[in-house]
């Protein structure tokens, strides 16, 4: 069940047809995994061999419980199944949709004064696990578009016309959100080079300031060295207001560049 080479997978053997897919489970959780389900159809007879419960299923059977003439057929509930998990797998894609809109948003707004900064570690986070359910999701889409047509390709009988009819609108369906799920992972992949590109920018925002305190401090210590040595003969040094000249002149060195630099839009 967990070979990824089509032979093993999607196989005819003794009139049955043994077909297995990827899906996703523990969506709700903070871990969502893969398992392998494989779907047993012969005859009008439909086994799944599976390890895991997923929801899909568990939907379906309350659903077939409610609508037992939709379950006429082992084809029929086959196809009642793939249905759930494209459905479920729909859920997915909108719920990676709607968080990647609300980070994309977070990046790129600008924070407030009173607003605290942002939280790129846990931006980060978000995007990474984003992006690990969009990809299990294009895992499972890939499997399923692989099972619906072998199922179309199959010429056993159980397949009615109005099961065929339901498979190709599935297929349909798992191409277009293979589409939709490829397009959210161009997205987590700009938005994630987009917050380290704004890590980046915090940082150099950061260094900048060490180096503008530098500048406006270097001018007032050498004035400060200078009046500081411990020489006898020093200019002004004898007169009572030299103390305060000193200070005006490593004021006025630090105010100097300042204004420099704002008049330049350095700051």
Known sequence: MREIETSNRLYEEDGALYMTMTVITKIDTGAPETSQVTFILAGHRLITNRYVDPLPFRRYIVYAERHPQQCTSGAAVLAGLLEATVNRIADVIERVGANLDGVSAEVFTQPRRKRPTRD????????????????????????????????????????????????????????????????LGNKVNFILDATLGMINIDQNNILKIFSVVTVFLLPPSVIGAIFGMNFQHIPITAHAWGFWVAIGLMLLSAVLPWLVFKRRGWL
Do not use: C, P, Y
């Open 120 to 183: 790129f570690r846990d931006i980060l986070d978000r995007v990474g696990q984003n992006g690990d359910l969009v990809g299990k999701a294009r895992e499972s889409l890939a499997s399923l578009g692989r099972l619906l047509m072998f199922a179309q390709q199959a010429t056993t009988e159980t397949f009615t016309a109005d099961v065929r009819s339901r498979l190709r609108t599935i297929a349909r369906d798992a191409t277009q959100m293979a589409d939709h799920a490829s397009f």
